[in-house]
Nanobody
Framework: QVQLVESGGGLVQAGGSLRLSCVVS????????MGWYRQAPGGQRELVAT???????SYGDFVKGRFTISGDNARNTVSLQMNSLKPEDTADYYC???????????????WGQGTRVTVSS
């Protein structure tokens, strides 16, 4: 099956930057969209940013111009550039994809295991 693997999380001071990456395993037939979600300790999952196969992007209101989502390698990889990080950005960040595989052409949703981002004051 399709697998999503995230990387790039870590510890950073407030005001710093991190770049998250998500690599999708082979077997994709086509993409609908990919995105990043996050879940803070004790909180619920929330949308951070999404990008469609055509390159259209959308962001959560809390980003306020600080984050940028992008894709390359024909959307096999999606990245999230995070600048001006704040302590409230501390969370586990999850890669999400809605796509069709070469094994099943029905549109399906997949999630990565997450990468942790910790922003210190």
């Amino acid at each position: 099956q399709v697998q999503l693997v995230e990387s790039g999380g870590g510890l950073v001071q407030a005001g710093g930057s991190l770049r998250l990456s998500c690599v999708v395993s082979r077997g994709v037939f086509s993409y609908n969209n990919m995105g990043w979600y996050r879940q803070a300790p004790g909180g619920q999952r929330e949308l951070v940013a999404t990008i469609t196969d055509g390159g259209s992007t959308s962001y959560g209101d809390f980003v306020k111009g600080r984050f940028t989502i992008s894709g390359d390698n024909a959307r096999n990889t999606v990245s999230l550039q995070m600048n001006s990080l704040k302590p409230e950005d501390t969370a586990d960040y999850y890669c999400n994809a809605r796509l069709k595989t070469q094994y099943n052409l029905a549109l399906s949703e997949y999630w990565g295991q997450g990468t942790r981002v910790t922003v210190s004051s």
